[in-house]
């Protein structure tokens, strides 16, 4: 695990924009894993930039949200297909039938979550999975005790995950498709950015805490590729913090690409 520390969330996004561009120029029929919410959003605009200004083609690029709230409409403000669509998709030239988002309003939903996880081995498996990160330490909706091997199903959001969102019209979703932690596991690589003092226990719990199901990031410790991108305030709780910064500079000699330092 590379735990890269910036001193702002800007700098963060645009090392992360940097890693994706690359991971899109060397492979064009990348599978990329999107996630919502803040912690992304500065990456998105900057690849957007990229697209329009430096000619980054998406148009081989297939994509897999994490999770989608359960009796959101699509097209309803909220929905995660609409924030992703209006903060990233419309802006870039990815096509329509390579986009894949967890269809929370379907009739049958357990036959939609077999579907996603069908739909993700079909496309080869994802490349690169982009993550954020819940104040509790949850990746995608996987929340407290969440099973480390669960695949694409329905979660109950806990109370603090329901605090932390919106309401949409009249109610609060309690009910999310998300990817499992066993799925999300099985990307290539792994992009997780957080900012901010409220991500700081949950990040250090994750990266120096032990693997356990109450915090569902921290399975990421199993994983052979995970790059860490924080900027200083949710770094403010890691412990070996020295060896993370003599880690950066030795790879940045020997491979500063997989840094997006290049």
Same mark, same amino acid.
């Given at each position: 695990m590379l735990v890269i520390i910036n001193q702002t969330y800007e700098q963060t996004s645009l090392q992360a924009a940097k890693i994706v561009a690359n991971q899109v120029r060397n492979n064009p029929r990348t599978v990329l894993g999107l996630a919502t919410g803040k912690s992304p959003q500065g990456l998105y605009q900057e690849l957007i930039r990229?697209?329009?200004?430096? $000619?980054?083609?998406?148009?081989?690029?297939?994509?897999?949200?994490l999770d989608e709230y359960v009796g959101v409409p699509k097209d309803h403000p909220q929905s995660f297909h609409t924030q992703i669509h209006q903060t990233f998709l419309d802006h870039i030239n990815v096509k329509p039938e390579n986009v894949h988002i967890p269809e929370g309003s379907a009739k049958d939903l357990e036959k939609a979550c077999n579907g996603y996880?069908?739909?993700?081995?079909?496309?080869?498996?994802?490349?690169?999975?982009?993550?954020?990160?819940?104040?509790?330490?949850?990746?995608?909706?996987?929340?407290?005790?969440?099973?480390?091997?669960?695949?694409?199903?329905?979660k109950t959001l806990s109370k603090?995950?329901?605090?932390?969102?919106?309401?949409? $019209?009249?109610?609060?979703?309690?009910?999310?498709?998300?990817?499992?932690? $066993?799925?999300?596991?099985e990307a290539r690589q792994m992009l997780l950015i957080a900012s901010g003092n409220a991500k700081a226990e949950a990040i250090a719990k994750s990266i120096e805490g032990p693997l356990t199901a109450s915090v569902s990031a921290s399975a990421l410790q199993l994983h052979s590729d995970v790059r860490v991108l924080l900027d200083e305030t949710a770094a403010a709780n890691l412990t070996h913090r020295e060896y993370y910064d003599r880690v950066i500079e030795q790879t940045a000699k020997f491979s500063p690409v997989r840094l997006g330092l290049l």
């Open positions: 990229l697209h329009r200004e430096e $000619g980054l083609d998406f148009s081989d690029v297939t994509t897999f949200n996880e069908k739909a993700i081995r079909d496309a080869g498996g994802i490349d690169l999975q982009i993550l954020g990160i819940g104040r509790t330490g949850h990746i995608a909706f996987n929340e407290p005790i969440s099973s480390l091997v669960s695949r694409t199903r329905l603090e995950t329901i605090l932390d969102n919106e309401k949409i $019209g009249e109610g609060i979703p309690t009910v999310a498709i998300t990817m499992g932690i $066993g799925t999300i596991l």
